[in-house]
């Protein structure tokens, strides 16, 4: 089946107690026994529930993974994975990934004894002087937040399975709708589902995709143990939003692209950085291995005077953390997404004080361009 028919069947069949074409939320905590040792397959919401298990078979068919784990958000599926591991193993990053990920390595599990390079994969030479002995993950973000750079995922892929690697791929920025890390050889995919396989802003969550069943097992374990899988409701709200991933992917990447040429074309702005732009660093790569560009966008001003102009004057956009929701979100990577990066570490990836991020959203794109247009006349 097609990507959209399987978005929409896969995992959410009719309810089978009661005919009903979209599955109840099952919000209960517990689970009665038939008889000591004997239930219905549930027993504790932490362990698993019908929600839960409908979302992971959508999420493990869209990715084409052999299983997927989903969590309260984006960065309890991203610890998971990063627990895979053991003290004393060496993890190679893309240097420009989401604020939030830099934090949890650098503040929280480097104190259990994992290493971490931060490194830019863009550039495979990078990657491969980075490696070590010890290496037993490479992590990328591709496009990175915010800075949009494009790794070739096939190209790491082949250097980890040589040296027998692990390789992830933090996939939010464009959904398996655009891009296909696991057809590129990669082993794990994660995903902050908070974004575009949500699509709606109402619940924050996220999912790890496996290839192997020994690192299904790992993973579900942790998600048992820890206790951050996604909670009935949520799993219904992401479910009811995946079912519209492709249309939705399809006008977003329509809206980003003409949003993008209009920034280019704009005096007042410095510099558009969106991989669907001739003048992306890594534009090529992008054609070669995604579907679409997507609807992220960063873009210089200048100085922070101006940027702070800009975001003040917008009507339409929101000026909010988040990306990936219906609306067109607006913000300002170095004072918000990335204030946990330090600002040494920001100027060397790219984040300027000038920097703007805008999460396209798929409204009338007219209208999206009117108000940056009119708030652009502010600055
Ligand atoms: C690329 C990327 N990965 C992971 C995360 C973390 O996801 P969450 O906020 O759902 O924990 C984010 C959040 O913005 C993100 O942009």
């Known amino acids: ?50 929600n839960r298990k409908a979302l992971e078979k959508t999420i493990a068919k869209l990715e084409g993974g052999h299983s997927a784990y989903v969590f309260t958000s984006g960065m309890a599926a991203i610890d998971s994975v990063f627990r895979l591991f053991r003290p004393g193993d060496h993890i190679v990053l893309s240097e420009a990934v989401y604020g939030g990920v830099y934090r949890l390595s650098t503040q929280l599990l480097v104190h259990f004894g994992l290493e971490f390079s931060f490194v830019d994969t863009s550039i495979p030479a990078c990657v491969l002087t980075a490696m070590r002995p010890n290496t037993k993950l490479i992590y990328i973000e591709t496009p990175t937040n915010p800075t949009m750079r494009v790794t070739d995922i096939a190209a790491i892929a082949k250097m980890a399975t040589e040296r027998n690697v692990t390789l992830a791929v933090d996939n939010t920025f464009l959904s398996p709708y655009l891009q296909r890390p696991i057809e590129l050889g990669a ?66 990447n329509q809206n980003g692209m003409a949003v993008a040429k209009f920034l280019e074309g704009h005096a007042k702005v410095k510099r558009v950085i969106y991989p669907g732009l001739a003048s992306h660093a890594q534009h090529e790569v992008a054609k070669r291995q995604q579907r679409g560009f997507g609807a992220m966008l960063s873009f210089d001003l200048g100085s922070l005077d101006a940027a702070k ?36 570490i920001q100027k060397q990836i790219g984040i300027t004080e000038g920097l703007v991020r805008l999460s396209v959203g798929i409204e009338d794109v007219e209208d999206l361009i009117a108000d940056l247009d009119q708030a652009l006349a502010k600055v």
């Open 187 to 252: 082993d794990i995919v994660v995903h902050s589902m908070t974004k575009y396989l949500n699509g709606h802003s109402d619940c924050t969550g996220g999912a790890a995709i496996l290839t192997r069943p020994e690192d299904a097992e790992k993973i579900y374990f942790i998600q048992r143990s820890a206790g951050a899988g996604l909670a009935p409701m949520d799993c219904f709200l992401v479910s009811r939003g995946l079912k519209t991933l492709a249309v939705r992917m399809e006008r977003h």
């Open 309 to 344: 102009r800009l975001l003040n004057h917008v009507k339409l956009c929101s000026l909010a953390e988040s990306l990936g929701g219906v609306e067109t979100l607006i913000s300002h990577p170095a004072l918000m997404t990335h204030a946990s990066v330090p600002p040494d």
């Open 1 to 50: 089946m097609g990507f959209a028919t399987n978005a929409i069947h896969v995992g959410q069949e009719p309810d089978p107690a009661t005919g009903a074409v979209v599955a109840p939320i099952y919000q209960t905590s517990t689970y009665v026994y038939e008889e000591l040792g004997k239930n219905k397959g549930y027993d504790y919401a932490r362990t698993n529930h019908p």
